[in-house]
């Protein structure tokens, strides 16, 4: 069992950065693979990163490459989303997750944190 509770959201201009932390409790943290999603109002949850259990691979959703940067501290169970350049379509409420599988699918995530939201403002 893994419990994930996210921070570090806000309101934010257009242009500018947010990094969102991820923190664990449980065992084996360091076994899973890690992943981030977002969910627009109206609209389905939907992957943005994700990131293997070691660090070594990471995987991004197509418009935020090159923008968002995932990264994990296995010493001190958290996982985190960095976020530049931020755009107004990028306001969701992010969620962090966790699961045996590194993949873009939400269905193959486990355990779920309780999301925190970001606005991005034009």
């Known amino acids: 069992q893994v419990q994930l509770v996210e921070s570090g959201g806000g309101l934010v201009q257009a242009g500018g950065s947010l990094r969102l932390s991820c923190a664990a409790s449980?065992?084996?943290?360091?076994?899973?693979?890690l992943g981030w999603f977002r969910q627009a109002p109206g609209k389905e949850r939907e992957f943005a990163a994700a990131?293997?259990?070691?660090?070594?691979?990471?995987y991004y959703k197509d418009s935020v490459k090159g923008r968002f940067t995932i990264s994990r501290d296995n010493a001190k169970n958290t996982v985190y989303l960095q976020m530049n350049s931020l755009k107004p379509d990028d306001t969701a409420i992010y969620y962090c997750?966790?699961?045996?599988?590194?993949?873009?699918?939400?269905?193959?995530?486990?355990?779920w944190g309780q999301g925190t939201q970001v606005t991005v403002s034009s």
């Open positions: 997750a966790a699961g045996r599988v590194t993949t873009q699918s939400r269905n193959d995530y486990l355990y």
């Open positions: 990131i293997n259990w070691s660090g070594t691979n990471t």
């Open positions: 449980g065992r084996a943290f360091s076994t899973y693979a």
